[in-house]
């Protein structure tokens, strides 16, 4: 059966460390994934997208990985902060689908320690 | 527009009733999507629309949902006859054309059925 998983378990950083999040997936073959914030009570925002044919996407403090041969994706912030704290989502697009509709994780929350 | 905006925020029910959520997305944005998320999941597809055609249903969304988004514009969730496993939250997200964009999520309908 298909499954996308996330640590269950919350990540507990110190301030300034880097937070690495980890997604795994079986039986996708995703065209491309996406990593997600949510705060509580908040719809999820957007924050990377990587595709298939990528190995690795930047934004400011954050960095995405992306391995289609181990089906898998890592998360990091760097230098995180206490703001940083929130549930974290990954979320693919099947490379069949034509609609773009998102298969999420569920979840994986971040809380940094000041 | 800033955003994409639900309407209620909240909404308790009594088991039987029937409810009905709005979401107005980003004007540009001609896919729709509703999930819906339960505490400590991520969120799962129900329903998606491109403009005004709603294009494909997930298994979840038995007989007493239906959606619509008249015009391409604004959408309604309706559920009919609650039960207290409808209790969630529903999110709504837009996004824009043909490539792989994130989405854009409102904030969310929180449903308790009492």
């Known amino acids: 059966s298909q499954k996308i998983e996330q640590n269950s378990e919350a990540l507990n950083i110190q301030e300034g460390k880097t937070a690495t999040l980890t997604c795994n997936y079986t039986?996708?073959?995703?065209?491309?994934l996406q990593w997600y914030r949510q705060d509580p009570g908040r719809g999820p925002v957007f924050l990377l997208l990587?595709?298939?044919?990528?190995k690795e996407k930047r934004k400011e403090r954050l960095k995405v990985t992306f391995d289609t041969t181990l089906k898998q994706s890592l998360f990091h912030i760097t230098a995180s902060q206490p703001a940083d704290s929130a549930t974290y989502l990954c979320?693919?697009?099947?490379?069949?689908?034509?609609?773009?509709?998102?298969?999420f994780g569920q979840g994986t929350t971040l809380q940094v320690k000041p | 527009d800033t955003g994409v905006s639900q309407d209620p925020r909240h909404k308790i029910t009594k088991r039987g009733q029937n409810v009905t959520f709005r979401c107005d997305p980003i004007?540009?944005?001609?896919?729709l999507y509703w999930y819906r998320q339960t505490l400590g999941q991520g969120p799962e597809f129900l329903t998606y629309?491109?403009?005004?055609?709603?294009?494909?249903k997930s298994r979840l969304l038995s007989d007493r949902f239906s959606a619509e988004r008249p015009k391409g514009s604004f959408s309604t969730l309706e559920i009919q006859r609650t039960e207290q496993g409808d209790s969630a939250m529903y999110l709504c997200?837009?996004?824009f054309g043909q490539g792989p964009y994130g989405y854009t999520f409102g904030s969310g309908t929180r449903l308790t059925v009492v």
């Open positions: 997200a837009s996004s």
């Open positions: 039986n996708y073959s995703p065209a491309y």
């Open positions: 990587i595709r298939e044919n990528e």
């Open positions: 979320a693919l697009t099947s490379g069949s689908s034509n609609t773009g509709k998102l298969i």
């Open positions: 004007s540009e944005h001609n896919r």
């Open positions: 629309f491109q403009n005004e055609a709603q294009l494909e």
